[in-house]
Every structure is written in C-alpha cells, then in structure tokens.
C-alpha cells in the first residue's frame, strides 16, 4: 500500500473556516476545561455535532464560543 505524501493536510486553521474541531482541541484554542465547555454544551451556550461516538464543535460556532457562557445564561435566568 502506497502513502498519498502529495495529499495537502488539513489544518485546524481550514477546520475552523470549514470543518469540525474536537472539545479537546476548543479546550486548547480557548484555553479553557472540558468541565466548562460541557457545562456549556448543557446550557446550550454551545451547539455541538456528533459523528460516531465523537462530539465535534463546527469550527465557526468554536471561534465564536466564549468560555464560561452557561454562567451568563443562568444569571439572565435568576
């Protein structure tokens, strides 16, 4: 079997224009915890896709998250 090198990789800057990252890679970008993009993804501050058993976030939903959304939502609520 012959590995296709001339094959352009996809970046996580084409995912995030394009395509889906993974919590774990929203975590990184946002420097945040999977406690708080979960809380989040509760709350519905943060719609996310699952493919399998993975959970993925569209790339331009993540670029526009801001981490902590769910305590925004509970005090609009209170």
Do not use: W
């Amino acid at each position: 079997m012959q590995n296709n090198l001339n094959a352009a990789a996809v970046t996580l800057a084409d995912r995030l224009e394009y395509g889906f990252i993974t919590i774990d890679e929203l975590c990184q970008l946002k420097q945040c915890g999977r406690t708080m993009v979960y809380a989040d993804i509760k709350a519905g501050a943060l719609e996310i896709e699952k493919h399998g058993k993975s959970t993925r976030v569209a790339g331009p939903k993540a670029k526009a998250y801001v981490p902590g959304a769910h305590r925004r939502i509970a005090e609009q609520a209170a």
